[in-house]
């Protein structure tokens, strides 16, 4: 089985200029998660996946990654990826936004 940091690499996570790309990210993450949101019209819930407006990576290793994301409009979420294959899955969530690793934090792992 792949480690987390192996897939990783294997997504077009960093673009061609060095920095961080992370709105394909969910397409490689298996049950991403959703927000249930209230319609601001009819007041009706709905569900939506979640946004990477507002993101960030508490932590990141062999084994998982925490991250943290949201819409500006959406409730955030912080929870935990696991390898599965040649995916991530979603585990452990939990409503909040933790912050964590720098952009270059976050490349500096990913490049060892």
Request: aromatic share 8%; net charge negative; with cysteine.
């Amino acid at each position: 089985m792949k480690t987390v940091i192996e897939i990783l690499n294997s997504m077009p996570l960093i673009d061609e200029d060095g920095d961080i790309d992370i709105y394909s990210f969910p397409d490689f993450v298996i049950n991403w998660p959703e927000t249930t949101e209230e319609d601001s019209i009819d007041g009706e819930m709905y569900s939506e996946s979640l946004d990477l407006e507002n993101w960030g990576i508490i932590s990141l290793n062999e084994k998982q990654m925490v991250m943290a994301c949201g819409g500006d409009w959406q409730d955030p979420q912080t929870f935990t990826l696991v390898s599965e294959g040649d995916k991530l899955r979603v585990t452990d969530v939990k409503h909040s936004f933790d912050h964590g690793l720098t952009e270059k934090e976050i490349i500096k792992i990913l490049s060892k």
